[in-house]
């Protein structure tokens, strides 16, 4: 079974602290994806990764920042954490199939507040 | 860019009933993939079905079948004999066919209940 772990499923910050999410799959995927996920708004990519060292922005890519210095490793800064980002942050990776066919998995989800 | 549409937030059914969610989507491309995720309370979101746009038949895993209305653009999900486990919101995204870098675009989703 693929899995996608991260680090943390309840997290509490406070306004203006640096704040690392960390995700890793085990399936030597390329592709990795950090989303935020708030109520009535779906999900929003806020930047993905297609290999190691690799990054291009999502929709909402306005105060994080993301490294990926291994290919299992894709992980989400919060330069200076603020309320507006209290959010479920959700990580998934995609393997790059033919044609992108491949499934995305989704990891379990992290509940960030930023008091 | 492509948009996803889910118009029915919140809906309800029985047990052993059955409930239809609808999902239209806005795109020129000729090829692409279309998938309904499942994200239970639990939060794990999962695959449920997915459909090659080239493919006439509509997919079917179980319990789970879509209607895929490619020149209405519409993409329905029918949950038949519904359970209790399939509470849960659920998601339905478009990808482009191509590079194997493309990204999911989501709907808003829509929340079913199962009522015993």
């Known amino acids: 079974d693929v899995k996608v772990t991260q680090s943390s499923r309840y997290l509490v910050k406070r306004t203006g602290e640096k704040v690392f999410l960390e995700c890793v799959q085990d399936?030597?995927?390329?592709?990795m994806f950090w989303y935020r996920q708030d109520p009535g708004l779906g999900l929003r990519l806020i930047y993905f990764?297609?290999?190691?060292?690799?990054?291009e922005k999502g929709d909402i890519p306005e105060g994080y920042s993301v490294s990926r210095e291994k290919k299992e490793r894709f992980s989400l800064i919060l330069e200076s954490a603020s309320t507006n980002q209290t959010s479920m942050y959700l990580c998934?990776?995609?393997?790059?199939?033919?044609?992108?066919?491949?499934?995305?998995?989704f990891g379990p989800g992290t509940r960030l507040t930023v008091l | 860019a492509q948009t996803v549409t889910q118009s029915q937030p919140e809906m309800s059914v029985q047990e052993a009933e059955t409930v239809t969610l609808s999902c239209t989507y806005d795109?020129?491309?000729?090829?692409?993939?279309l998938f309904w995720y499942k994200q239970p309370p639990s939060r794990q979101m999962i695959l449920v079905i997915r459909?090659?746009?080239?493919?006439?038949q509509n997919a079917t895993e179980n319990r789970f079948s879509v209607n895929f209305q490619k020149a209405a653009k519409s993409f329905s999900l029918k949950i038949s004999d519904s359970q209790l486990g399939d509470t849960a919101m659920y998601f339905c995204?478009?990808?482009?066919?191509?590079?194997?870098?493309?990204?999911?675009?989501f709907g808003k989703g829509n929340q079913v209940v199962v009522i015993p």
């Open positions: 459909q090659e746009a080239y493919k006439q």
């Open positions: 998934a990776s995609r393997g790059a199939g033919q044609g992108g066919t491949d499934t995305q998995y």
């Open positions: 399936m030597d995927h390329e592709n």
């Open positions: 795109t020129s491309e000729n090829n692409y993939y």
């Open positions: 990764s297609y290999d190691v060292k690799m990054k």
């Open positions: 995204a478009f990808m482009k066919h191509g590079g194997g870098n493309n990204r999911l675009a």
